[in-house]
C-alpha cells in the first residue's frame, strides 16, 4: 500500500471516529440543550406573564408541529381547567434578525394578559 493512500485511510478513520463522536453528543445532548433554553431564555418570560415561578410552567409545555418551526405552548392549571396559555410567536426579519415573542392569553377572563420578547 502507498503511503498516499495510507494516509488517506487514517485520515479517513480519524474523520470518520470524530463524526460518529459529534453525532452521538449531540443526539444525547439535545434534550438538555432544549431543557436549559427553556429555563433561562423562556422562563423569564414565563414568570412575567402568568405571576408563577418558571419551574411550575416550563413543566406543562406542548410542541405543536408547525410548517417550518415547532411552535411551544405553555399552560397553566387552575384545579383542573386550563387557565392560561403562553404561545411563541416569531415575527419575521428585520435588521436584528427574527423577534421571538411570547403572547400570554388568561382563558379564565377571555383576555390577552401580556405579550413579552423571547
Same mark, same amino acid.
Given at each position: 500500500?502507498?503511503?498516499?493512500?495510507?494516509?488517506?485511510?487514517?485520515?479517513?478513520?480519524?474523520?470518520?471516529?470524530?463524526?460518529?463522536?459529534?453525532?452521538?453528543?449531540?443526539?444525547?445532548?439535545?434534550?438538555?440543550?432544549?431543557?436549559?433554553?427553556?429555563?433561562?431564555?423562556?422562563?423569564?418570560?414565563?414568570?412575567?406573564?402568568?405571576?408563577?415561578?418558571?419551574?411550575?410552567?416550563?413543566?406543562?409545555?406542548?410542541?405543536?408541529? /408547525?410548517?417550518?418551526? *415547532?411552535?411551544? =405552548?405553555?399552560?397553566?392549571? &387552575?384545579?383542573?381547567?386550563?387557565?392560561?396559555?403562553?404561545? $411563541? @410567536?416569531?415575527?419575521?426579519? /428585520?435588521?436584528?434578525? *427574527?423577534?421571538? =415573542?411570547?403572547?400570554?392569553? &388568561?382563558?379564565?377572563?377571555?383576555?390577552?394578559?401580556?405579550? $413579552? @420578547?423571547?
Amino acid at each position: 500500500m502507498s503511503e498516499i493512500t495510507r494516509m488517506v485511510v487514517v485520515l479517513s478513520l480519524i474523520a470518520g471516529v470524530c463524526s460518529a463522536a459529534l453525532t452521538s453528543a449531540n443526539y444525547l445532548l439535545t434534550p438538555l440543550m432544549d431543557k436549559q433554553t427553556d429555563f433561562y431564555v423562556r422562563g423569564p418570560a414565563l414568570e412575567r406573564l402568568f405571576g408563577k415561578p418558571a419551574e411550575e410552567v416550563l413543566g406543562n409545555k406542548i410542541v405543536f408541529p /408547525g410548517e417550518e418551526v *415547532d411552535i411551544p =405552548i405553555f399552560f397553566t392549571r &387552575d384545579g383542573d381547567k386550563v387557565a392560561g396559555l403562553a404561545v $411563541e @410567536a416569531i415575527g419575521k426579519g /428585520g435588521f436584528g434578525g *427574527d423577534l421571538k =415573542i411570547m403572547v400570554g392569553i &388568561d382563558l379564565l377572563q377571555g383576555k390577552m394578559s401580556g405579550m $413579552e @420578547a423571547v
